[in-house]
């Protein structure tokens, strides 16, 4: 069996910007917020941390900040991916240099490729790094699924460790665990199906509601891991309308906002992303206070 990266909730942690670019003061009080709610990991420069419209220095401070704030509480993964595979494997070098636990890599996107070619991708990647490797399977935004078959050669490589499923295809979460066993921990990429991904053998989620709500997120996953089902259900149906309204338009508007309403100076999202319309916001400020 491989090592466990994390047992329960990763956050997908969003950058909060201002006019000199990362606001670093205000992500450390998140993290903080995070470590102290209990969750179990924290990925910084992902899909809700806007990484595709960050610098390089920005992603480099960034993670830097991350590492040592978290200074070993709790393991810091980095967004590491690209749809340029000697990129994605200089990003990855960074990353692990800079001290992170673990690397987040996404299928590339835009141009896309075979399996074959996702095989290729992955296993250049991880023989140029030590780190384990989470892949990154979400269809939705790259236009590209991993299969089954693909894991299953995947989790041959020593240091691919996880996949974080958001495909929200349920039958080939099953079909991942079925041939992958042990080899690959499996993680749901979707808020909404955590308790179904964790009945099919996964060992938690990388979340974008805990970013505001860390410790419901961490219960869910920790009181299933207990064999309490009905509760983590109880959790996870209550939460299913704030999720909706974290969804409502794309990924991370809403949890940017979300996040502002709470208390953070997480300002608003760089471009091509805009800021929430005033419907959304008023509906996603309603669910946040019903919780």
């Known amino acids: 069996?491989?090592?466990?990266?994390?047992?329960?909730?990763?956050?997908?942690?969003?950058?909060?910007?201002?006019?000199?670019?990362?606001?670093?003061?205000?992500?450390?009080?998140?993290?903080?917020f995070q470590i102290e709610e209990g969750v179990d990991a924290i990925i910084v420069c992902g899909?809700?941390?806007?990484?595709?419209?960050?610098?390089?220095?920005?992603?480099?401070?960034?993670i830097k900040c991350a590492v040592e704030t978290a200074n070993g509480r709790i393991p810091i993964i980095a967004g590491s991916g690209g749809n340029n595979?000697?990129?994605?494997?200089?990003?990855?070098?960074?990353?692990e240099n800079l001290g992170v636990d673990g690397l987040l890599v996404v299928t590339p996107y835009y141009n896309k490729t075979t399996q074959k070619g996702l095989i290729e991708h992955y296993k250049t990647i991880a023989n140029e790094v030590s780190l384990p490797i989470i892949v990154y399977n979400v269809p939705g935004r790259t236009g590209l699924n991993i299969t089954?078959?693909?894991?299953?050669?995947?989790?041959?490589?020593?240091?691919?460790?996880?996949?974080?499923?958001?495909?929200?295809?349920?039958?080939?979460?099953?079909e991942i665990a079925n041939l992958c066993g042990d080899n690959?921990?499996?993680?749901?990429?979707?808020?909404?199906?955590?308790?179904?991904?964790?009945?099919?053998?996964?060992?938690?989620?990388?979340?974008?509601l805990s970013n505001i709500k860390p410790k419901l997120t961490h219960d869910m996953v920790n009181l299933f891991m207990q064999?309490?089902?009905?509760?983590?259900?109880?959790?996870?149906?209550?939460?299913?309308?704030?999720?909706k309204a974290l969804f409502s338009e794309v990924n991370p508007i809403p949890v940017k906002?979300?996040?502002?309403?709470?208390?953070?100076?997480?300002?608003?999202?760089?471009?091509?992303?805009?800021?929430?319309?005033?419907?959304?916001r008023e509906k996603l400020k309603e669910e946040i206070y019903k919780m």
């Open 1 to 32: 069996m491989k090592k466990i990266l994390f047992t329960g909730c990763g956050t997908a942690i969003a950058t909060p910007f201002n006019e000199n670019g990362v606001n670093l003061e205000e992500f450390k009080r998140l993290i903080e």
């Open 85 to 95: 595979t000697q990129e994605a494997i200089k990003m990855s070098k960074l990353a």
């Open 227 to 243: 064999g309490k089902i009905n509760e983590a259900k109880e959790l996870q149906i209550k939460s299913i309308p704030l999720i």
């Open 47 to 62: 899909t809700t941390g806007e990484s595709s419209t960050m610098t390089k220095e920005e992603k480099i401070a960034t």
């Open 148 to 174: 089954p078959e693909t894991c299953l050669e995947l989790s041959k490589i020593e240091n691919i460790v996880a996949i974080k499923e958001a495909s929200g295809n349920l039958s080939q979460v099953a």
């Open 257 to 280: 906002e979300a996040l502002n309403i709470i208390g953070y100076n997480y300002g608003i999202p760089r471009l091509p992303l805009v800021p929430m319309s005033k419907n959304a």
């Open 184 to 208: 690959l921990t499996i993680y749901s990429g979707n808020d909404d199906q955590i308790l179904p991904v964790l009945s099919l053998g996964g060992k938690g989620v990388i979340s974008v």
